[in-house]
């Protein structure tokens, strides 16, 4: 039996999907319906969601359209690359960042219009209707969830198509449809569907949108220098950048190098494995740079303890695990690391390739005193030799253990 809703926030873009999804809430639930376009710099106008979704009833004022693109890069893409978060050892979390932050902001909006239901356009097969449902309930379990695509038949575009001229919902045809399912923002850009459901099919070069292909990319090498305060990027080559400026014209830079393509089978968290395309340039570049002014700035263990929890770090965001205590405990670990990195990374760009040449720090840990390879007063070679027995003095014990038994 389904719960009476009186007014639902849906997740809306304005396009063939949720503009159904908005007219079937209508009718399927009778309830009013709030409107909440996010612009997270997916390239893409987000007022033409205002003209369609007016057309389709919705008051003006249930019509919320947020700019929310330096909130994404500061709050929830920088702390993610503080921890040098990949998935799998591929995939830099492009799509899974942002649904936290969309779903923290319908929760608010939901307190704001005194709405008690959130929907979104997820499908009952991937991972974001997870990550949606996850974020909700993280902030607000007394909100209903409606899921559209775990609860009606209209499973496929035709059946959408046709719901869409049944009800009179105006669906811009112009353009030629892309065959592949996209999601993009500031971060990244996806493909999933297509030829891409054939994991040994190579995509199409036409499928590319932000990157020219590491062959067709520039002879000559771009040089380019990041500068870190407390682990996030904050100047690129002597100009200081707000975060969502930073990731922008990192995506420029790296897209004209070819750089940031991936081709991934990875392990959803329903269970099922799914292939997909990635081009990520700006975090391509940061993950590279990040990791080299650590290099230059961390105490060794502590370098070594981050790497191992990484991979857990990632599977949480991954998952949609966001909000989850164990994400913030390991985020305020992260972050302490973090105080010591900073300085400048000068790195080299050709054709999709990123190569550090160079970085420098007022609070670097190397010490050329103890790692020259020439003459030093420092350090007395003879001790390594203490070093080395000691280490290797459970070899010795095992050893003579071993020769005993064998007599």
């Known amino acids: 039996m389904k719960r009476s809703i009186k007014k639902a926030v849906l997740a ?11 007219k079937w809430l209508q009718d399927e639930y009778g309830c009013e319906v709030v409107t909440f376009t996010a612009d997270l710099g997916q390239g893409e106008e ?7 979704a007016l057309s389709l009833g919705i008051k003006s004022e249930n019509i919320f359209i947020d700019d ?10 920088f702390p993610m690359f503080r921890a040098n978060a990949i998935y799998e050892g591929e995939y830099l979390l492009g ?8 779903a923290k902001r319908q929760v608010e909006i939901a307190h704001l219009t005194g709405a008690d239901a959130v929907s979104h356009g997820a499908t009952g097969k991937g991972n974001d209707q997870v990550r949606f449902e996850l974020g909700y309930l993280a902030q607000d379990s007394s909100l209903a969830v409606i899921a559209p695509w775990r609860e009606w038949d209209l499973n496929s575009r035709e059946k959408l198509l046709a719901y869409a001229s049944e009800h009179g919902i105006q669906i811009d045809m112009s353009g030629k449809k892309s065959p592949y399912s996209m999601d993009a923002n500031l971060l990244h ?4 569907g297509g030829i891409l459901e054939d ?9 590319w949108k932000w990157t020219v292909s590491p062959q067709s990319a520039p002879d000559v090498a771009t040089y380019i220098d990041i500068e870190y305060k407390n682990g996030d990027p904050v ?8 975060p969502a400026t930073m990731l922008e014209k990192l995506n420029d830079i790296g897209g004209a190098n070819g750089i940031g393509r991936s081709d991934i089978v990875e392990n959803r968290f329903v269970g099922m494995k799914s292939r997909g395309c990635y081009e990520t340039p700006g975090g391509t570049i940061m993950l590279k740079a990040h990791r080299a002014i650590e290099s230059l700035t961390l105490d060794r263990e502590a370098s070594h303890l981050k790497d191992e929890l990484m991979p857990r770090y990632a599977k949480l965001i991954y998952n949609g695990f966001w909000f989850s205590p164990e994400r913030e405990m390991l985020q305020a670990a992260i972050d302490h690391t973090q105080k010591s990195v900073e300085g400048s990374v000068k790195l080299k760009l050709y054709k999709g390739n990123v190569m550090v040449v160079g970085r420098s720090s007022s609070k670097s840990l190397f010490n050329p005193e103890y790692s020259t390879f020439e003459e030093d007063a420092v350090y007395d070679q003879s001790d390594a030799e203490g070093f080395i ?12 253990a071993d020769k005993r038994g064998s007599k």
């Open 46 to 52: 987000v007022e033409p969601a205002r003209v369609k």
């Open 389 to 400: 027995r000691l280490n290797a003095l459970r070899f010795i014990i095992a050893g003579k």
């Open 95 to 102: 799509t899974s960042i942002a649904r936290p932050l969309i």
């Open 68 to 77: 929310l693109r330096e909130e994404f890069v500061r709050d929830f893409v």
């Open 235 to 242: 100047a690129l080559d002597g100009k200081h950048l707000s």
């Open 199 to 207: 994991p040994s099919a190579e995509p199409e070069e036409s499928m």
């Open 189 to 192: 850009i996806s493909y999933e």
């Open 12 to 22: 809306y873009s304005g396009g063939l999907d949720t503009s159904v999804i908005l």
